[in-house]
């Protein structure tokens, strides 16, 4: 097993980009194309049992029907509070009752407790989709990689709208790499997030 030295690597050197185009496809390093997928899940607790059963035979259909690898990835992002905590505190600077104001800084102290142990958090799901460039056969050319990516996105957002969520292409520049940012850069981006809202 190779181990690979990345302490004295820059960030360009160690991530295995070589560029992602104005579609939103992913071009790596070893010539594979890969394509990032956003999906707004469902509320699934909130379901009744007869609808549970439903969507989790609809999932089945899914992973039966892609024939292809995937990865899951779960990002969880710090919520921001702080409107939240400022709409309380104009309330109960109009108010004259000092039993709600009471009520509402026990609120505010617990939601300040909470975020600052980082349990208030929103998930993100991203399904991770690629091809292989195989060198041997020569007649695959990027396009027709392109568009493998493209029928295997719309069989994935075809099984899952069966399941409630909705998918959504990442399709852009922009989004793909404000998506390694935030993930490359958690704290920073959570701080600008809260810095943004005040």
């Known amino acids: 097993m190779e181990v690979i030295n990345i302490k004295n690597k820059t960030l360009q050197e160690w991530l295995p980009i070589k560029e992602i185009d104005k579609e939103g496809v992913i071009k790596l390093k070893n010539n594979n194309l890969i394509k990032i997928i956003k999906v707004n899940p469902i509320n699934y607790n909130l379901k009744s049992d007869l609808e549970k059963e439903s969507i989790l035979n609809s999932y089945k259909i899914f992973l039966k029907t892609c024939h292809f690898n995937i990865q899951i990835l779960i990002q969880s992002n710090k919520e921001d509070l702080s409107q939240h905590i400022f709409n309380i505190q104009e309330n109960i600077s109009k108010k004259e009752n ?101």
């Open 98 to 198: 000092k039993y709600l104001e009471k009520i509402s800084k026990n609120y505010i102290n617990y939601i300040n407790k909470i975020n600052s142990e980082r349990k208030s958090s929103s998930k993100d799901f991203y399904i991770i989709i690629g091809n292989e460039n195989k060198k041997n056969i020569n007649f695959q050319t990027e396009e027709i990689l392109k568009n493998d990516l493209k029928e295997k996105f719309f069989k994935i957002k075809e099984c899952l709208s069966r399941t409630g969520n909705s998918v959504i292409e990442m399709s852009n520049k922009k989004n793909v790499e404000n998506l390694f940012y935030s993930i490359l850069n958690v704290n920073k981006f959570n701080n600008n997030l809260i810095k943004n809202t005040n």
